[in-house]
């Protein structure tokens, strides 16, 4: 005889299962399904599993069941913690599962639980059946007759975090796509929310990530946005007046710029184009040095310091 218990996340549903094997065939199985996979997390239902297992042996009362029992369970952390007596998330389950081999034990005296790992996906026979048990469980709810332990447990505190997480990361998303800003970053980086700029600006100093980003949404202290704030009586370039001073006219046609500009443009054909320019690590230290050497930000920000790439750095976002 043996037992395998696995668990199963399918369809956003979480599934426990135990199935008795004897001479290599199923004789019968046990499931539940836990509930949504924002409220319970796999490590539960691998604990569950294995308390549905102690139900089918408590239910073997007519058979003798005597020498090592081999429990096969394919998940090393539910291994560990049967074994830990340390409180942990979700603890009161193995509880729950001592209390059930206790029971066992008086039923059937003369077994000795052996809980082994056991490899998924290599075709023992009890362990793939527990594994398309599991996800029949997880998709169409209990089977195997009534279950004599509570069948809806507390929700799982680091599922519920990580739900939480995922819900406040899709309404940032949200708020952000609404926003007029988005529309502006959008032209230079299409996949934004993403964790893209984060990696780009990770070499950098906060005061260059900081302006960056400003270019990137135009919300920048060049005229054009200034007017738009009320804190410029024009939106008009100061440096040559010939047309309003946007983020494009600061980097690529404000003739006071242009020794600057030249510099700037010997680093390749994609440093003009704003979205490239703005994009591309390898381009930044010449960005920033353009910058400095224009002086347009220096009242508010001061010297930007000639930043260094790590020598990995060297390809794009
Ligand atoms: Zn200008």
Redesign the pocket.
């Known amino acids: 005889m043996q037992l395998f218990s696995d668990s199963s996340l399918i369809d956003g549903f979480i599934g426990a299962v135990a199935v008795l094997c004897v001479d290599g065939v199923v004789k019968w199985s046990k499931g539940v399904r836990l509930g949504t996979a924002k409220r319970y997390g796999v490590h539960k239902a691998e604990g569950m599993g294995e308390v549905l297992a102690m139900e089918c042996l408590c239910e073997e009362e007519d058979k003798v069941i005597e020498g090592i029992l081999p429990l096969g369970i394919d998940n090393r952390a539910a291994i560990a913690t049967t074994a830990s007596g340390k409180p942990g998330p979700g603890h009161y389950i193995w509880d729950i599962f001592h209390r059930r081999h206790r029971k066992a034990r008086n039923t059937h005296p003369d077994f000795r639980l052996h809980i082994n790992w056991t490899p998924g996906h290599v075709d023992i026979p009890g362990n793939e059946a527990a594994d398309m048990a599991a996800k029949c469980a997880a998709q169409t709810g209990n089977f195997g007759g009534p279950l004599a332990v509570l069948t809806r447990l507390p929700f799982g505190k680091s599922a519920l975090a990580q739900a939480h997480l995922r819900l406040l990361k899709k309404t940032a998303t949200k708020e952000f796509m609404r926003s007029q800003c988005f529309a502006r970053i959008k032209a230079i980086d299409p996949v934004l929310p993403s964790n893209k700029f984060r990696k780009l600006t990770a070499p950098l100093p906060r005061k260059h990530s900081s302006v960056l980003f400003q270019l990137c949404s135009q919300h920048v202290p060049l005229a054009k946005h200034l007017y738009c704030l009320n804190k410029s009586p024009s939106p008009t ?7 309003n ?1 946007t983020v494009d ?2 980097l690529h ?5 242009q020794a600057a500009r030249s510099r700037l443009y010997t680093t390749g054909r994609l440093a003009r184009y704003t979205k490239h320019l703005l994009n591309t690590l390898s381009l930044l230290p010449t960005l920033f040095a353009y910058i400095q050497e224009s002086g347009r930000f220096h009242a508010i920000y001061g010297d930007f310091k000639k930043i260094e790439l790590p020598d990995n750095a060297n390809s794009t976002r």
């Open positions: 370039c100061p440096c040559c007046g010939s047309a001073e006219h600061f046609f404000c003739p006071t710029h």
